[in-house]
């Protein structure tokens, strides 16, 4: 039998020493030492988190906007069709179903500036992917790590940077008539 940790999903990852091998995200990562463990469980954490939100970010981004688009076509249409079939059964109810088309883009539009969702997609996704080259990076002992003396130390102070780039980010943008361009969190190549 198989037990129920088994059925858990598996990732691919590099190990420390740059051999592949696939590791259960939350048990395997206590087999490794205690400030190792401790490090690359927090990087792996926010990788995943920033993944799921980048994700969620770029379908709230397409869903909002194929609905407009959407949308904004079927008002023509039923502009068009209002015009052919003026008069009759249905004459009332072109003008509502223009309204209704027209009040679904108008309120899709304020849902995307209030959540920006774009931005979130783009932002995250760069976020994670950085998370991601410093974790094999560090895996393969390349880069930066091929020659360095404590690689762990090296690998917390640019997983920190990073993270500390993103808040850093989000609170620039939260702030009124901030740009939304994304500076670098100088963790250089």
Not at 65 to 87: D, E, H, M, P, R
Not at 98 to 114: C, E, H, K, P
């Amino acid at each position: 039998m198989t037990d129920a940790t088994d059925a858990e999903p598996k990732r691919y990852l590099l190990d420390p020493t740059g051999r592949p091998y696939y590791i259960a995200l939350r048990k395997d990562i206590k087999a490794l030492a205690e400030p190792e463990a401790t490090i690359v469980g927090r990087a792996l954490g926010a990788e995943q988190y920033f993944d799921r939100i980048a994700t969620a970010s770029r379908v709230r981004y397409l869903v909002f906007n194929l609905t407009q688009i959407s949308c904004a076509g079927a008002i023509t249409v039923v502009s068009t069709l209002n015009g052919i079939f003026n008069g009759g059964m249905y004459a009332d109810m072109w003008p509502i179903v223009t309204a209704v088309l027209g009040a679904t883009i108008v309120i899709l539009r304020g849902f995307d500036s209030i959540l920006p969702s774009r931005d979130t997609w783009l932002r995250t996704r760069a976020t994670q992917q950085q998370l991601l080259s410093e974790r094999i990076a560090y895996a393969s002992k390349t880069g930066i790590y091929a020659t360095s003396s404590n690689e762990l130390d090296n690998y917390r102070t640019r997983v920190e940077a990073i993270l500390g780039g993103e808040l850093r980010d989000w609170v620039a943008s939260a702030k009124p008539n901030s740009s939304s361009t994304r500076p670098e969190h100088g963790v250089q190549p």
